[in-house]
Structures are given as structure tokens and as C-alpha cells.
């Protein structure tokens, strides 16, 4: 990637509708994740890592949460000098006809002036929903040693999956032939008749030649003004669009030969991918200081794990202990046992609660003798004393978001309690 200027251009607008309900007041890219980090997180410190440090981050859908985040925690200007930003930008209506995006390529479009403005060589289009691990710049090398228009970031997934992304066809030197956007039939890969070649969602293009392109397509009113749907599509009989194996891709410091890749789109994926992480070498490493993932740090006290009293006077063991799981920084698990679960920063649990299999938020509180399975609470909800989650479906789905796991885990369900708003209350118990 030597004497070529980069410019990343973060598409983090996203809905995130089968997340509902953690994107009832948050855009999917400001979903928390991991116990300390958001999922934007990942594309962003993948841009640092590769020493790309000037990025726009384009916002649109209950944008507010992603750009706080932004703003306090991604602030590399002011000590790294000029060309190294990361500047949130909300949806303008820079068109004529005072629109918001249409489509993830009219959303780079509405924002060419700003590529005018920063005049890059290259431009790499990067989703901000994923979570995974991704030298940029071996994909920047590839791009330039094919003299392609533009290239795309390419995974097999299974056929199944392969309906939600755009599936890919290519030739032995990887130049795409073909390209089919959320096919019902997805063309399957010559060497795997299981799996299908799908897009990351993740674009480099020449700079000059995204500007043609994004002009011509605005002025098409067929087009839908989508990448994936439009733009790909119509590079396919130039020949120089091209894909990047992203198993090529090598991180320092990775153990072994694994490529982790998540889109974490709905809400069974969100969970199991945030439960992988308990594993003792979960896929994806958190601890790889030679390819860390960065986020802003609170000035947290270290967890806390109190009380060890066999026999308690009511009778019951006080134990505070976790096993199989991630616990953050302010946490307090207080005479009280955890188990396979991720806590984020400041959750509280108190005496005699039990917590299996469960995802919380920052700053969750949890009752004496409550009894939580299965379940993903928001930050700020406060469980009252005496509560159970995951033990009655029917209970479940009076008061909260229930859903169900896939067919591997049948008659399981997965229970959501949504963030407290100043004005509401948790329903009654």
C-alpha cells in the first residue's frame, strides 16, 4: 500500500430491523458487543490496524448512540495531526430533491464532495455491521496488482446463508464473472457444491472511477442505487472487477488459520457469536495485542466477586463466582452465581440470583434470588428481587421480546428485555 492515500468510507446507516429490539434507539452498528465494545468497533480498529486513519462514518437510522460513540471514544485528530480523522456524518439531503440514502451507493454519492474534497487515490466502501478481523491494506495490494475498477471482499457461507448476500462467480484468477444480489437459488462454488461465494459488503474502488460510476448511476432512473443490487452488476462485463479471497487474508499475532467473519444480523446470531467468546480459544481472539480491537475505556474499579459463605443464615450458599464467562470492568457479582454468560461493564448482581446463558448490558442490576436463562437485557434494566426469565415461555412473553432459537436448539427460546426509558417502568412481576 506504498504511495497510495486511502480514504475509508464506513456505510454504519443500517436499520438493523431483525436485531429489533437492541435497535429500537440504536442503529445496528451501536449495538454493544463483546462485553466492552460496540460492533462498529471492529471495522474501524481493522482501518487503524492497517494504517488507514482517514475515515467518514455515514449515518442515517437512529444515528444519535453511533455518533456519541464516535465522538467520545474515536477522536484521533487532536494527537495524531491532519489526515487522521474518523468524523461521523448524518444523512444530509444533498439531492435535489431533498432525499435521504436510497441505497448504499447514492449514500457515497449524496457524500462525494467530501472524496473531492480529500482527492485519494483509493477508496475502500466498508459496512459497519460485521464483526472480524481484516488486514486492508493486503486487499488494497491485491486491487492494485490487478488494475481493477474495483474489488470485493469474498467468503464462502453455506447455501442457506448465501440468500441473504450477494453470491459471486469468478475465474481461476479471481476476476468476477458473475454476480447475483440475495438470490433464491444461489450459484454454489465449483470446488464445494455446499457453499456459495458471497460478498462481505466490503469495496475498493479507484477513486476517479467510483466518481463516474456513483454520477452515471444517479442519473439512471431505473437503478436502485445500490452497490450490491447496481453498481457490481454493471462492472462485471469490463473485467476488471475482481475478488479478494478473504482467507488470503493473514492478521499477526492470529493462532492458527482461522478467518472469523460474523454478520451478526439477527438476534440467535448476535447471541451465539457473543457466546463463543466464553470459549477457552474462542474463534475470534480478543487478546491478540498485535491486532487489537480498540474502544474507549471508562474509569472503571476491577470486577468484584464477594461473599463465601457455605452456609448463609438463611440457610442458602452466598457465594459470589463465575465460570465460563466474560465479566467487565464495575461488576459486582455479590454472593451470586454466573455461568456461561457475558457481563458488560458495571452489572450488578446480588446475593442468592443465578445467571445462565445470558448476555447483560451495562449497568444491569439484578435482584436477590432472581433466576435468569437465556436472555439478552438491555443496559440500565433493573430485575427486581424474586424475578425468573427463561423458565416460563408463556411468563416470557407477557412481559418481554421472546424468540426462538433454530431447530439445534428446539423448544428453546431466547428472552430480550429492552432498555428502560426515563419515562417507562419494567412491566409488573
Not at 462454488?189 to 454520477?215: C, H, Q, V, W
Request: glycine letters at 6%; one cysteine or more.
Amino acid at each position: 500500500m506504498k504511495d497510495v492515500s486511502v480514504l475509508g468510507m464506513i456505510l454504519a446507516g443500517g436499520e438493523g430491523s431483525r436485531l429489533h429490539p437492541l435497535t429500537v434507539d440504536r442503529a445496528k452498528p451501536a449495538v454493544p458487543f463483546g462485553g466492552k465494545f460496540r460492533i462498529i468497533d471492529f471495522v474501524l480498529s481493522n482501518f487503524i490496524n492497517s494504517k488507514i486513519y482517514s475515515m467518514f462514518v455515514l449515518t442515517q437510522f437512529r444515528s444519535q448512540s453511533l455518533m456519541e460513540h464516535i465522538i467520545n471514544g474515536w477522536n484521533i485528530s487532536g494527537t495524531h495531526g491532519k489526515g487522521r480523522f474518523i468524523i461521523p456524518v448524518p444523512a444530509q439531503m444533498r439531492t435535489a430533491d431533498k432525499r435521504w440514502y436510497a441505497g448504499t451507493a447514492d449514500a457515497i454519492y449524496q457524500c462525494t464532495h467530501l472524496i473531492e474534497d480529500f482527492a485519494p487515490d483509493i477508496v475502500a466502501v466498508f459496512g459497519g455491521d460485521h464483526i472480524y478481523k481484516m488486514d486492508i491494506s493486503q486487499m488494497i495490494d491485491f486491487h492494485v496488482a490487478n488494475d481493477a475498477t474495483a474489488t470485493v471482499s469474498a467468503i464462502p457461507v453455506s447455501l442457506d446463508d448465501a440468500k441473504q448476500f450477494g453470491v459471486i462467480q469468478v475465474d481461476p484468477k479471481w476476476r468476477i464473472c458473475g454476480f447475483q444480489e440475495k438470490p433464491s437459488n444461489p450459484t454454489p462454488m465449483p470446488e464445494d457444491s455446499t457453499k456459495a461465494l458471497a460478498s462481505m459488503g466490503n469495496y475498493i474502488f479507484n477513486a476517479t472511477d467510483l466518481l463516474r460510476i456513483l454520477k452515471a448511476d444517479a442519473s439512471d432512473a431505473k437503478s436502485s442505487h445500490d452497490f450490491g443490487k447496481d453498481i457490481l452488476p454493471s462492472l462485471v462485463p469490463t473485467q476488471r472487477l475482481f475478488a479478494y479471497n478473504f482467507y488470503s487474508n493473514e492478521i499477526p499475532g492470529r493462532k492458527g488459520h482461522s478467518h472469523y467473519w460474523r454478520d451478526v444480523g439477527t438476534l440467535e446470531s448476535y447471541f451465539q457469536a457473543n457466546m463463543d467468546l466464553r470459549m477457552p480459544e474462542p474463534e475470534l481472539d480478543l487478546y491478540n495485542n498485535k491486532w487489537p480491537i480498540y474502544n474507549y475505556h471508562l474509569s472503571l474499579p476491577p470486577a468484584k466477586f464477594v461473599h463465601n459463605e457455605e452456609i448463609s443464615p438463611s440457610g442458602l450458599p452466598r457465594i459470589g463466582k463465575a465460570v465460563n464467562s466474560l465479566v467487565c470492568d464495575g461488576c459486582i457479582i455479590s454472593g451470586s452465581t454466573v455461568s456461561n454468560s457475558v457481563l458488560f461493564n458495571s452489572v450488578h448482581i446480588h446475593s442468592y440470583a443465578t445467571v445462565h446463558n445470558s448476555i447483560l448490558l451495562n449497568d444491569v442490576q439484578i435482584g436477590e434470588r432472581s433466576r435468569i436463562r437465556n436472555a439478552i437485557i438491555d443496559k440500565h434494566v433493573s430485575i427486581p428481587e424474586d424475578t425468573t426469565v427463561g423458565y416460563n415461555r408463556k411468563d416470557d412473553e407477557k412481559r418481554f421480546f421472546v424468540s426462538d432459537f433454530s431447530s439445534r436448539r428446539k423448544g428453546e427460546w431466547l428472552t430480550v428485555i429492552q432498555k428502560q426509558r426515563s419515562v417507562e417502568k419494567l412491566p409488573s412481576f
